[in-house]
């Protein structure tokens, strides 16, 4: 008997999903280390937090698929895009990577729209009221950055930067709730 709740578009897409995720994880642990390399420890510590936020959601997307009797396909990862050139284009970048991934939601939504596949389509609004907040963390980013200076900005600005988002608290409350051990 054949147990799989998920279409085979379905299960393409959250498996495309996933890997979606793992791919942002590399992206972050990658602009962790390019910041800590330029000397930002605090905007490195940002990104490194920003990893598991990552990884916690292929976990999401993975333990979905299996609950619904889909089959989970891992594939490589690509590697991430070359190291910014500074902290404008790092969070340039990060911003255009966050608006990539809400596209890759919205497909989701759209599709199990389509085929009245309504938990799926339930199970994606998560993601959706997700990618909001990771939006709106990254314009911030870019807002705080144009305040000091944007590209101009003095090494004390950027100091404080650093310092401001080393101390930040994490601003995104739902990812949290999520982690390896309860993907849910």
Avoid at 66 to 74: A, F, N, P, S, Y
Avoid at 109 to 126: C, G, I, K, P, S
């Amino acid at each position: 008997m054949d147990t799989n709740r998920l279409s085979k578009k379905i299960e393409d897409i959250l498996n495309k999903q996933a890997a979606k995720e793992a791919e942002a994880a590399q992206v972050f642990l990658s602009y962790g280390c390019w910041a800590d390399s330029e000397g930002y420890g605090g905007i490195a510590n940002f990104f490194f937090r920003h990893v598991a936020e990552e990884r916690d959601h292929m976990m999401k997307v993975i333990q979905y698929i299996m609950q619904r009797g889909g089959t989970v396909k891992i594939t490589a990862v690509k590697a991430p895009p070359a190291d910014p050139k500074n902290l404008q284009d790092c969070f340039e970048k990060t911003f255009k990577h966050e608006v990539d991934n809400t596209t890759a939601i919205y497909e989701i939504v759209n599709l199990a729209h389509e085929e009245r596949d309504w938990a799926t389509y339930n199970f994606a609004q998560w993601f959706v009221k997700e990618q909001i907040e990771e939006e709106k963390m990254v314009m911030d980013l870019l807002d705080k950055l144009k305040i000091a200076g944007g590209p101009k900005a003095t090494d004390e600005s950027l100091f404080n930067l650093d310092k401001f988002l080393a101390e930040a608290p994490d601003e995104a409350p739902l990812a949290r709730n999520a982690s390896m051990d309860k993907p849910e």
